[in-house]
């Protein structure tokens, strides 16, 4: 029997405290060597690190990352796909610094507007730029892990900071649902006796944490752990739980709720914007998957209803909406392209952003909203590339 | 419950191990057995409770079964024996042909004389294969006198050992029950530990980065629509993908299996060396899934006659064998014209083999570098060709693949790359939009895993090496320091491994299907 673990009675307290502790120490040592030896092979390669967030809570989502730094991004463990760029004077994914009172169109969204895995010339915000030939400056205002609360907090603050003349939203699935989930840092719907109200989940992180957490994001190991990999702590433990708890079907309860957000939010909009709904478009992503090969279509987060009934009911408040489904189908079936990093990741790639682009600048087509730019536009746009692969 | 899981990691292993060494270290060794056996059920009920209970009905039936044949045996009762025998095989191959094989029976009788027979979908318990194929070794050599085995927590271990439980490799009672009863095997051994952790983690690398890593290239290729003329390129690429992934994943699953047993100081038999070496096809079954190889020779070839009646009756029985080994693979045309696509090939090597002995005169021992070379390719080509079928999801699938890699679908280029190949456009050259073309980083892949099976050293030469040349070399004292240190690292880096699994979903084992 190895003594060093399993020590016989006979021998001494100081005998047994040794024989515990020097395997012990070997094994933390050698656990410590490896961590070091990981972190200074991690510095050679381009893990995604950079985007440190900003400690004013308030400021957010417009200013969520610190200004005028550079980042880097990968995905998965192998480091795909490899961008670097810079955050503007917004702390926004953008290579030039946003002028306050520009009356921008600005584009809104979750991590598919932010888009780090895009150059910015690759992204809807860049695209539309392009179209409307800087005539009109557009914004791109993206966090990842926002939903529609935070989109409306969101157009708020940019109403206040820009006077923008029109927005474009890009809806994904999670963004109702995701509006009613408590998290620090983002805005949420509340229930409250007067119905849904838009709140902020300021978080209360220690100073001292708050610093352990920053200084933890320049460890590569970590950032790989967490951002490559996607790697968190509470994820470690759902996983013994969703291997009993399974996908609860959805209740009519859920279906209200989701309901409700949409009708909120769309009510709340123009004022908190600042922008007639006419001037507002919606372009709702698809399950891109399900295109690609019916057998990999997935549950969604938000009811498919919801869906549905946002589609509907923005259009009769006058709002410009777009299913891009039936766009990217379409693509699919004569191109055969990929509109996002499949098998990868589900974010939108340059062809995914491309077409969005196009179907917004089609929504806004001859309309007031682009302050009579769009007519000039578009006759300098070139038509005869569009819809290709 | 994966080996590469964060459940199992965290949460089973640990907790097994805690529980096992803390029974041996007090002494209670048929305890410890008996708690690594349950939790081995455990680890199977975590799959499925339902088929928990299949589980162990069988080993409860064949235990008794084979207690029964070895009483008979002992009065010198040999009919009864072999009628016991005989029914005991019935009993295991219908429960195998009843949740393997009755759909395809039905399918293939259906499609064959338009039946119209209906019969729900059965779903494969995950194992059956090798915990049937365990015990009908068991009770054959129960009757011929080479396994006497009565301790019913021993039996219940042997076959249902969490390590080889769901995908081998496929243990022989010779070689675990003496261990069982080993009473050094209930102790903590830090040497022991440490290979074993070793063992896991190349097992664990070669699943995660290696088999998962070149996965995504796989399915684009096999799983394409059999009327997309897949092209020479795309054809080959994919098919190298699979079978540089299906070893890595196997192999891996081996790996870890074995480890996993080791830190529970039990030997599991070795299941792969560095089979893609191979010089011929007859070496390929001698270093690929090496414990089913050994499995097919003892119970059907040789049964069968083997070599023993000329060869034109052994050629019969390497097609009888490698047949029923494709069905033991899987219920499906694939892997029967797989299976037999191996027959030929063993055939043909065997004839080969007599032709240069007999009739050129030629040593067989002796090898040429251009004929070891050749012999290498020839092996791996006829190897990747089988692949496919074993692969494909339809024969319609497999040949339009094979088409492909024929050149019958034309050889076109992507047309990335035009601008560097033919910036001012070649008539000689094709180019085009490969949908199933995973890009440079699909080639970069293929060639270094292919550079790795041919180059490297498998993982037990680089245990041995690891073990002779740097743990004990040094004193006892030293070795142990050094395994305590090994196993710190060790720790980290498996858990990196469990969070680069954890990062793409579940990833579940190929031959979990089987």
């Known amino acids: ?52 967030q900003t400690e004013q809570v308030e400021a957010r989502p417009l200013r969520t990352y610190q200004a005028h730094l550079p980042f880097t991004y990968s995905m998965t463990w192998e480091m795909r796909d490899v961008r670097h760029g810079w955050t503007n004077n917004y702390g926004q994914l953008a290579p030039f610094d ?118 933890m994001g320049d460890i590569y190991l ?14 470690l433990g759902s996983v013994f739980r969703e291997a009993k708890a399974g996908v609860a079907a959805p209740t009519d309860r859920e279906a209200a709720e989701q309901y409700a957000v949409i009708d909120r939010f769309l009510a709340d909009l123009p004022g908190q914007s600042g922008i007639e709904p006419h001037c507002v478009a919606f372009l709702l992503d698809a399950d891109r998957y399900a295109i690609y090969d019916p057998r990999l279509a997935s549950a969604t987060l938000d009811l498919p209803q919801a869906r549905a009934y946002l589609m509907r009911r923005a259009a009769e408040l006058g709002y410009r909406v777009a299913d891009l489904e039936p766009l990217f189908r379409a693509h699919f079936k004569r191109y055969r392209r990929h509109f996002d990093y499949y098998p990868f990741d589900r974010h939108l790639n340059s062809l995914g952003h491309r077409l969005a682009a196009e179907q917004a600048y089609d929504l806004f087509d001859g309309g007031r909203c682009l302050g009579g730019a769009a007519v000039d536009a578009r006759s300098r746009v070139d038509f005869a590339s569009r819809g290709r692969p | ?42 680890f199977y009920a975590y799959w499925s409770p339902r088929y928990t209970l299949l589980l162990l009905a069988s080993i409860t039936a064949n235990y008794f079964m084979g207690r029964g044949i070895l009483r008979l045996r002992d009065q010198q009762r040999s009919r009864d024996g072999r009628l016991l025998l005989t029914a005991a095989i019935v009993f295991n191959l219908g429960l195998l042909a009843y949740y393997k094989y009755a759909n395809f029976f039905v399918d293939t009788l259906n499609a064959l004389a338009a039946t119209g027979l209906q019969v729900e979908r059965i779903v494969l318990p995950i194992g059956i294969s090798f915990f049937t194929f365990t015990q009908i070794a068991y009770l054959v050599d129960a009757y011929q006198g080479k396994a006497r085995e009565s301790n ?117 038999p070795l299941n792969f060396n560095s089979p893609y070496k191979s010089h011929n096809i007859v070496e390929f079954w001698r270093r690929w899934h090496m414990t089913l190889s050994r499995f097919l020779r003892d119970y059907l070839y040789i049964p069968l006659g083997g070599n023993r009646h000329g060869p034109l009756r ?29 027959g030929l090939y063993l055939v043909c090597n065997h004839g080969w083999r007599g032709f240069r002995a007999r009739v050129l005169g030629q040593d067989l021992e002796r090898q040429t570098v251009p004929g070891r070379v050749s012999g290498i390719a020839l092996t791996f080509l006829a190897v990747v060709t089988a692949w496919v079928f074993f692969r494909a999801p339809s024969l319609p699938a497999a040949f339009n693949i094979l088409q492909g890699m024929a050149g019958l679908h034309g050889v076109v280029l992507p047309e990335e790359w035009q601008a560097t190949l033919a910036p001012g456009g070649a008539a000689v050259l094709a180019f085009g939009y490969l949908q199933a073309f995973g890009g440079t980083r699909q080639m970069v892949w293929v060639a270094v895993l292919l550079a790795m099976a041919w180059g490297l050293p498998n993982s037990q030469e680089f245990v041995v090496w690891l073990r002779t040349s740097v743990i004990s070399r040094a004193g006892a004292y030293v070795a142990q320091s050094r395994s305590w240190s090994m196993l710190g690292a060790l720790s980290v880096l498996i858990s990196l491994l469990a969070m680069i699994n954890g990062s793409r979903g579940v990833s579940e084992f190929i031959y979990f299907n089987f």
């Not at chain 1, 009613?180 to 849904?196: E, N, S, V």
């Not at chain 2, 994966?2 to 060794?29: D, H, K, M, Q, W």
């Not at chain 2, 047949?323 to 899987?330: C, E, F, R, S, V």
């Not at chain 2, 892997?335 to 191996?342: I, K, P, S, T």
Request: hydrophobic share 45%.
């Open chain 1, 1 to 52: 029997m190895d003594r060093a673990v399993f020590p016989s009675s006979s021998t001494s307290t100081s005998e047994r405290l040794r024989s515990v502790l020097r395997p012990a120490g070997l094994f933390f040592a050698g656990a410590a060597a490896t961590l070091v030896a990981l972190e200074l092979a991690l510095r050679l390669f381009p893990v995604s690190v950079g985007l440190y």
């Open chain 1, 98 to 215: 946003y002028v306050p009172g520009s009356r921008p169109v600005i584009v809104v969204g979750d991590s598919y507007i932010e888009s780090q895995m895009n150059d910015y010339r690759d992204t809807l915000q860049g695209y539309l730029g392009n179209m409307l030939r800087a005539r009109e400056p557009v914004y791109g205002l993206g966090v990842s892990g926002m939903s529609m609360a935070d989109y409306l907090a969101l157009a708020h603050q940019a109403s206040a900071e820009f006077a923008p003349r029109a927005a474009v939203f890009l809806v994904v699935d999670g963004d109702t649902s995701g509006s009613l989930i408590d998290q620090p840092g983002y805005h949420y719907f509340r229930q409250t006796a007067d119905g849904l109200k838009l709140t902020l989940h300021r978080g209360s992180l220690h100073p001292l944490l708050r610093r352990v957490r920053q200084s």
């Open chain 1, 222 to 235: 970590f950032r790989y752990a967490t951002r490559n990999l996607r790697f968190t702590f509470p994820a």
């Open chain 2, 1 to 42: 419950m994966l080996f590469n899981s964060y459940e199992f990691i965290y949460g089973f292993l640990p907790v097994t191990a805690l529980l096992f060494f803390a029974l041996s270290s007090s002494g209670r060794a048929t305890l410890a057995a008996g708690c690594l056996g349950l939790a081995s059920v455990f």
């Open chain 2, 152 to 268: 019913p927590v021993h039996y219940l271990l042997f076959v249902s050992y969490f390590p080889h439980l769901i995908a081998g490799p496929i243990l022989h009672h010779s070689e675990m029950m003496p261990q069982f009863a080993d009473r050094r095997i209930y102790r903590f051994d830090v040497t022991n530990f440490g290979i074993g952790a070793t063992f896991f983690f190349i097992g664990l690398f070669k699943k995660v980065v290696l088999a998962d890593g070149v996965q995504p290239f796989v399915g684009p290729v096999f799983d394409a629509d059999p009327s997309y003329p897949l092209t020479f390129l795309e054809a080959w690429l994919g098919a190298l993908a699979y079978t540089v992934q299906l070893y890595f994943d196997f192999s891996g699953y081996s790996d870890m299996a074995i480890g996993l047993s080791k830190l529970f100081n039990i030997d599991l």
């Open chain 2, 314 to 342: 052994r050629h019969g029985n390497l097609m009888v064998t490698m047949l029923l080994g494709g069905l033991w693979h899987g219920a499906g045309w694939n892997f029967v014209v797989w299976g037999g696509l191996h």
